[in-house]
């Protein structure tokens, strides 16, 4: 007997080159903060679900690591596996793509995204920051006939513009189906793992520009004990001299890092936090398969 379903649920994934902005989309359609982020490109590694629920509808967006061609490293390599692997397994593509620039990263997502059956949306986004909005018109067409199939839409994920026109489009194209989550769960993601996260982007916002791609976490305690959760993490890199820089002058920056994570382990828990931290160097971590896999880079 074929049961009539009410309700709809679905995968989105959210895919595009390094920093065009996609996990800071994630975090605006959820109108609360999952997804790390930073302005420094690749800051996501993993994929990330976010669940969003009403009474009629269940959408299951996947945030997903920056496709990109440059960067020949095991740790480039499984971001780029992570993100094409998704493509073919969701419902939507939201395919986000910058208002200026048209990159060999664009390119390659696009080729992979065109050859995908799921519904697909093309969403140029930071168009509140356009000049000249008459130049949005041709960059409309352009990007509509490189997939004639494709919804075509400006947005703004900072300002929130058109996000909700895009999950009109979104909620169209998902299947009749029951809900996979219970309505209150945000995330698939472990506390755990959203730990290891949320002192990864403290990481990424206080380094410079070349650290940040040599540093991983490792969640070596996460415990609760009288209403109090206890953390102790390591931090690895790569080389001694990244150490020094990452622990800073008596240890200052590294102090501010865990200043910056507490606060915010506190308010993602809910409840006050102990976070110890410790910098370990782990020589070519980030260009070994081996290594990868047993910091936690296996969840394609």
Known sequence: ??????????????VGRPNVGKSTLLNALLDQKLSITSRKPQTTRHQLLGIKSDSSHQILYVDT???????????????????????????????????????????????????????????????DM?????????????????????????????????????????????????????????????????????????????????????????????????????ISATIFVEREGQKTILIGKSGQRLKQIGIDARRDLEVLLEQKVMLNTWVKVKSGWSDSERALKSLGYDDI
Not at 7 to 13: E, I, K, P, R, S
Not at 189 to 210: C, H, N, P, Y
Request: with cysteine; net charge negative; aromatic share 6%.
């Open 130 to 230: 356009l000049k000249d909005k008459r130049t949005l018109l041709p960059l409309l067409s352009s990007l509509q006939a490189r997939i004639p199939r494709a919804i075509v839409m400006p947005i703004s994920a900072e300002k929130r513009d058109n996000l909700d026109a895009l999950e009109q489009e979104v909620v169209k194209a998902l299947p009749n189906a029951p809900f996979y989550f219970e309505k209150s769960q945000i995330t698939d993601r472990t506390e755990r793992f959203m730990a290891s996260e949320v002192i990864r982007e403290k990481l990424m916002r206080q380094l410079g520009d070349e650290l940040p791609y040599a540093v991983t976490i490792q969640i070596d305690e996460f415990v609760e004990r009288e209403a109090v959760t206890h």
């Open 65 to 127: 690591p920056g496709i990109h061609a440059a960067g020949k490293r095991a740790i480039n390599r499984y971001m780029n596996r992570n993100a094409f692997s998704v493509i073919e397994d969701v419902d939507v593509v939201v395919f986000l793509v910058d208002r200026h620039h048209w990159t060999e990263d664009d390119q390659m997502v696009m080729e992979a995204v065109g050859k995908a059956s799921a519904t697909v949306i093309i969403a140029i986004n930071k168009v």
């Open 1 to 14: 007997m074929k049961i009539d379903v009410k309700t709809q649920c679905g995968y989105v994934a959210i």
